[in-house]
């Protein structure tokens, strides 16, 4: 049997399992987050040690594929290693695909992890392109936050036909792997921004991290706003700050434990 803890951030929502040897994580992933043959889940998290930081986080898509990062499943695996016991440190370093990360852990009058700052590194704000869909055509920036993201400004992200337009962005031949699709709006106060998510290998999700963080970075280097930033998702708030020191990106938003239990592997 494997034991499996299910949690979410802001509706981000992750099936997350301890390493064991000889798994096949692709095949487990689809398996284990099919909502109507499984648990039901966007992703796959695989807690795993590591030679230099407190863990390795290993996050696989709904459709089996394997992602560099996940800003929102970052932020429940400092919550889990902190709350079961695995890391007693309040900054813990995550090791991913994408770099080390570290953490800085809040806690509720609970004693458990409330929310989770993560130093998500440098963006890397890319080309823009004009790109078509069904729906017409996009102006997408191109940004890179630990994984792919293509960024479309629009004046109401809730009218986008996100099924339609999504995917076609999404498999869009300026991404040699696909890429996570962002359609935002930035307000009028230029702190605060509104935001939709198609993710690569999943679909729409009601938030997501590193996406957050691309769009808030690709808002201010457009021009549109300034740090930090409120980014409104269909799940909740993230905010995005900037380190002065390094300019890392600062996300900062919830983690909650759903239920655990046991599942035939």
């Known amino acids: 049997m494997l034991h499996f803890t299910k949690m979410h951030g802001l509706g981000n929502d992750f099936v997350v399992i301890e390493d064991r040897a000889d798994t096949d994580y692709h095949k487990l992933a689809r398996r284990l987050c099919d909502r109507h043959r499984g648990i039901g889940a966007d992703g796959l998290i695989v807690i795993g040690k590591d030679a230099v930081a407190d863990c390795r986080m290993r996050i696989f898509n709904a459709d089996g594929s394997e992602a560099q990062m996940c800003g929102n499943g970052i932020r429940c695996v400092g919550k889990y ?20 990360k570290k953490l800085c852990i809040k806690q509720g009058a609970d004693g458990t992890v409330e929310s989770v700052t993560v130093d998500m590194g440098l963006p890397e704000t890319g080309a823009q392109h004009t790109l078509g869909t069904p729906c017409g055509d996009f102006s997408v920036t191109e940004v890179s ?33 696909k890429a996570n699709i962002e359609f935002a709006t930035v307000d009028t106060d230029r702190h605060t921004v509104y935001q939709r998510t198609w993710e690569r290998g999943v679909g729409e999700t009601e938030a997501c991290g590193t996406g957050a963080c691309a769009t808030a970075a690709a808002a201010v280097a457009t021009g549109r706003a300034d740090y930090p930033v409120e980014v409104h998702l269909t799940g909740g708030i993230l905010l995005i700050d900037i380190d002065p020191d390094t300019n890392h990106l600062l996300m900062t938003g919830p983690a909650e434990t759903v239920f655990t239990g046991t599942v035939q592997q």
């Open 81 to 100: 290693i902190r709350d079961n016991g695995l890391c007693s440190s309040p900054t813990p370093v995550i090791a991913t695909m994408s770099g080390h």
């Open 145 to 177: 936050t630990g994984n792919p993201h293509g960024v479309a400004f629009v004046s109401d992200p809730s009218a986008i036909a996100l099924g339609v337009a999504g995917p076609a962005l999404e498999y869009a031949g300026v991404w040699p792997q």
